[in-house]
């Protein structure tokens, strides 16, 4: 990695580097979302604002198909339990 | 008290107590070792065969053996009656000797039963002194008879007596079952507390609030004040239905006379002396006919009874019936000499009446208000200031700390925010110290400020006890070790704690972080403060950069052409670039006062600017501007955290480091997102990115443009010439005017030249310089004239919309154009008359439309067409013209 990178010593710095950003993050239970992370903790509880997530909702059958509900949310508090990863958002 | 059935009792009672005022009073024998109370309890009645049952009966006879067939000698059984009959008499009162007059066995007797034992051998030789005994036992007998029924009276009355009283207490409170039990519970406790008092006399009681609640002095107070206000309400309410039912009576009365009155005597007309003598009247007028109506009256002749009774029980009512009494008769002679009109009557009345209405309301809102707070404050006194206080240095002994601005560093931020927007009220004093040892925080100014300054007195008189108490403790254990190891031969313990077990593994609580993996991980990760670390390494590569970037300025040769910083690199240098601004911030804060000390002050000062130093390396300003496109400096700009953080940054350098950085803003004005995405932001559809983009110019608008503004403001006219020249010089001017904070800077510039043309500035510019102007000038109208009407939004807004829906009203569109109109206006001002009628020709479907849209009505609400027409006037007034003047 470049010099600059060194800054970083542990994952966690890696989200801190995100505070004040947008980010995606995984949820357990088929969740995602993506909102501007303003704080974390040890725990990777989360406070993020400006939030849109996503809920995929499977249906079992023969032909599995794959529902998507969303929903958006000014402020929003994220248990550190149910978080898989958290990440920039998709740049294209 | 027709319920308890007592009421013809105690009257009658009453009339006994009258009569027997004058004797004696019965001798009380509470306190003797013999009293328990429970003699007047005991029913002594049908004691009279008790000798007999039990054997004193002297001969026994032989009238029961029935088995006799033969019937019994009947001289002998009535000889022996009557022997027993006489016989129990003199025996009651056998020889005259001083205890045998105590010796009785009468039923009115109060003495033990031993006595009555006593008499068993003395029964046996009655025989030969009966007889000559009897005469004068006879009357002695009558006399002590007597004088036992009298005694038994006398103790009857007296406990008659105290249930009348007992019962007038009763009445008195009869309506609050609670007070009574509350009175009985007094009178229990204080029984209980004589009683403790008697067993323990040298232990003082226990604390208030050790005590349970009910033994506390504090709550038996509480209840006496509680039965005392209860009884003064009740007392009142009563008074109260007196009065009425008086003031009915007494109108009745009145009434009558009156009507008598009137029909005798001639009464001329005359003003009513006063509103309150007619209003009386007609209160009076009122009641009757109220009365009358009421069913109430039907009761009324039953209701002064009662209350006639209860009058002279109550002295307070009796003082106010003299007084209604009085104003009774007050008002009567006076309306003897007086007379009214029917219709004033009338008019009186009704006033009255409303009066009365009003009256009775505020009354029941008084009585209201008064229960609540009497509700409320049910509770009060229970602990007292003592109490209290301990309680508050308990909670104040948590707020103590050794740092209070890092404990509760955002409340205390916030706080000084609220306080600098509310207007700079006393911004030192939101920490109260306690010498070096702490202080406590105080955070953000609260609402309820009129407690304040005694809350704050008592916090700190607290915490002064507190830390007072902490200290003493502190001299204690040092005088203690000192004072215990003194002189001490052989080992002493080492260990100063003593209940603690030793332990085995010694881990040090305040190390750093970082030596510790764990600890840090659980520890809140909001700013890691690793900036030695890190800023160390970056900041070499920063200097190393901004080393070479300064040689390149120098003889701009060398230049060491990188890539456009990764997002990565962006990231980690605005985190190191927070770590440093929130150390200069701290560091701010603890900047010592010029007394501390010449060398205190020198190393501050040295400590910061090395760190403003870093933060401006870190900004990477000073690399060259082909450094990389987009240069490093605006890539940190480019996100939000990075325009967020300029103005905190920006604050600490000084005038020239400010220049500099906004040359460098200006000169890759165009490279900034925000310019190059600024096209989305015409488009209609909500997307995140246009959020997004929307979000940044927000962000840019308010951070960054913020910081630069006071440079402009106050910069000279070369300045303006060269950045406005910079602006121009190989950036595509028009993609920035089309932009929200380039059509605003734009907007800066020329406003500010225009200050400086008016001459209210310190420093007059030259006559190069406004030719030099003059020449930017011209080419920045010439550069912008074919893009005039595309730099409103709403007409590139219109260009996004669907060919088939020409006209589609877009809210907020024309507050969107404003920043226009105003910088077409500041274009004007300056412009030649040229210029002028260019600016016209290529506005005017513009200026048409608006003018059009806003006469004709073709607008949403009124606050769309006085903003279009404030708008058009903007850019016709800097023309010398106005929007009335076109005619449609």
Not at chain 2, 71 to 93: H, K
Not at chain 2, 347 to 363: F, H, Q, T
Not at chain 2, 557 to 562: A, G, I
Not at chain 2, 706 to 717: D, E, T, Y
């Amino acid at each position: 990695m470049d010099g600059s990178s060194s800054g970083i010593q542990e994952p966690f710095d890696l989200i801190r580097l995100s505070l004040s950003e947008r980010v995606f993050v995984k949820l357990r239970g088929d969740r995602e979302m993506t909102g501007i992370l303003h704080a974390y903790d040890g725990h990777m509880n989360l406070i993020l604002s400006d939030v849109e997530e996503t809920i995929m909702i499977v249906n079992e059958g023969e032909q599995a198909t794959v529902n998507v509900a969303k929903r958006k949310m000014d402020m929003l508090f994220v248990r550190g339990d149910g978080v898989i990863l958290v990440s920039p958002p998709s740049r294209t | 008290m027709s319920f308890f059935g007592f009421e013809e009792r105690t009257l009658e009672r009453g009339k006994d107590r009258r009569s027997e005022q004058d004797e004696d009073l019965a001798v009380y024998t509470w306190g003797e070792e013999n009293y328990d109370g429970l003699g007047d309890a005991l029913q002594e009645d049908h004691d009279d065969l008790n000798d007999e049952t039990f054997g004193a009966v002297g001969e026994l006879g032989k009238d029961f053996d029935f088995s006799n067939p033969a019937l019994p000698d009947r001289n002998n059984f009535t000889r022996s009656a009557s022997a027993a009959v006489e016989d129990r008499p003199p025996q009651s009162s056998t020889p005259l000797t001083l205890e045998s007059i105590w010796d009785d066995k009468s039923p009115f007797s109060l003495r033990l039963n031993g006595s009555n034992r006593n008499l068993l051998p003395r029964g046996e030789s009655p025989a030969t002194s009966s007889q000559h005994r009897q005469q004068s036992g006879i009357r002695t007998l009558q006399e002590i008879e007597a004088e036992m029924r009298k005694q038994h009276e006398e103790e009857e009355l007296l406990l008659r007596q105290e249930e009348e009283r007992e019962f007038q207490r009763q009445r008195l409170l009869y309506q609050q079952e609670q007070a009574q039990q509350l009175h009985l519970q007094r009178y229990q406790q204080q029984q209980q507390l004589i009683q403790q008092r008697e067993q323990h006399q040298h232990r003082r009681t226990p604390p208030p609030r050790m005590l349970p609640i009910s033994q506390s002095p504090r709550f038996m107070e509480h209840q006496q004040r509680q039965i005392l206000l209860l009884q003064h309400q009740q007392e009142q309410q009563q008074l109260l239905r007196l009065q009425q039912l008086q003031e009915q009576l007494r109108v009745e009365e009145l009434e009558r006379q009156l009507r008598s009155q009137h029909i005798s005597s001639a009464t001329p007309d005359r003003q009513p002396s006063g509103p309150t003598l007619a209003d009386m009247e007609a209160l009076q007028h009122q009641q009757l006919r109220q009365r009358s109506q009421s069913p109430a009256t039907r009761s009324g002749p039953h209701r002064p009874a009662p209350l006639e009774d209860s009058l002279p029980y109550l002295p307070q009512s009796i003082q106010l019936q003299q007084r209604l009494l009085s104003e009774m008769a007050q008002a009567e002679f006076l309306r003897e000499m007086q007379g009214l009109s029917q219709a004033d009557q009338e008019a009186l009345r009704v006033e009255a009446m409303r009066k009365i209405l009003e009256a009775e309301k505020m009354e029941e809102k008084r009585r209201r208000k008064a229960a609540k707070i009497a509700h409320m404050s049910r509770y009060n006194d229970l602990m007292t200031q003592s109490d209290k206080d301990f309680i508050t240095r308990i909670q104040v002994s948590q707020l103590v700390s050794q740092d209070p601005y890092a404990d509760d560093f955002y409340a205390q931020v916030y706080g000084a925010i609220v306080r600098s927007r509310m207007g700079l009220s006393a911004d030192d004093e939101r920490v109260l110290k306690f010498g070096a040892s702490g202080g406590v925080a105080l955070g953000a100014p609260t609402k309820g400020g009129n407690r304040r300054p005694n809350a704050m007195q008592r916090m700190q008189q607290q915490v002064e006890r507190i830390v007072s108490n902490a200290r003493k403790r502190e001299e204690e254990k040092g005088l203690h070790s000192l004072h215990s190891l003194q002189g001490a031969l052989g080992k002493t313990s080492g260990r100063s704690y003593k209940a603690a077990p030793r332990q085995l593994l010694q881990v040090d609580s305040n190390s750093a972080p970082s030596s510790s993996p764990t600890l840090s991980h659980a520890q809140p990760h909001a700013h890691i403060s690793k900036a030695d670390s890190i800023s160390k390494s970056s900041s070499e590569a920063a200097a190393n950069a901004a080393r070479i970037g300064r040689e390149t300025l120098d003889n701009g040769e060398t230049l060491v052409r990188m890539e456009p910083l990764t997002q990565r690199e962006i990231l980690v240098t605005l985190e190191n670039m927070y770590d440093l601004v929130l150390n200069v911030e701290q560091l701010r804060r603890d900047q010592p006062h010029p007394e501390d000390g010449e060398e205190v002050l020198e190393q501050w000062s040295q400590d910061f600017d090395k760190l403003v130093d870093q933060m401006w390396t870190q900004l990477k300003v000073m690399l060259p501007l082909a450094t990389s496109t987009p240069h490093p400096f605006i890539s940190l700009l480019s996100a939000a955290k990075g325009k967020k953080i300029l103005p905190r940054v920006t604050r600490h350098f000084d005038q020239q480091r400010m220049n500099t950085l906004l040359t460098l803003l200006i000169a890759c004005f165009s490279q900034l997102d925000i310019i190059s995405h600024a096209a989305l932001l015409d488009t209609l559809e909500d997307t995140p990115e246009r959020a997004d983009v929307e979000r940044q110019t927000q962000a840019f608008l308010s951070s960054v443009l913020q910081s630069i503004l006071p440079i402009i403001v106050k910069g000279n006219l070369r300045l303006v010439c060269g950045l406005v020249g910079l602006l121009m010089h190989g950036q595509d001017i028009v993609a920035i005017a089309k932009s929200r904070p380039g059509l605003a800077l734009l907007t800066l510039f020329l406003t500010r030249v225009e200050v400086i043309k008016e001459g209210e500035v310190d420093e007059i510019p030259t006559q190069e310089d406004f030719a030099q102007w003059q020449l930017m000038f011209d080419h920045l109208f010439q550069l912008l004239t074919p893009e005039f009407p595309l730099l409103f939004p709403s007409t590139r807004m219109a260009e996004h919309l669907p060919r088939d829906q020409p006209h589609i009203n877009i809210p907020g569109i024309d507050s969107l154009d404003q920043p226009v109109w105003q910088f077409l206006a500041a274009l004007a001002l300056q412009a030649s008359s040229t210029q002028h009628q260019i600016l016209v020709s290529s506005l005017r479907e513009k200026v048409l439309d608006n003018v059009l849209s806003a006469k004709k009505g073709w607008v949403v609400d009124e606050e769309e067409r006085s903003t279009k027409l404030a708008n058009v006037d903007l850019f016709l007034h800097a023309l010398g013209l106005d929007s009335s003047q076109i005619t449609m």
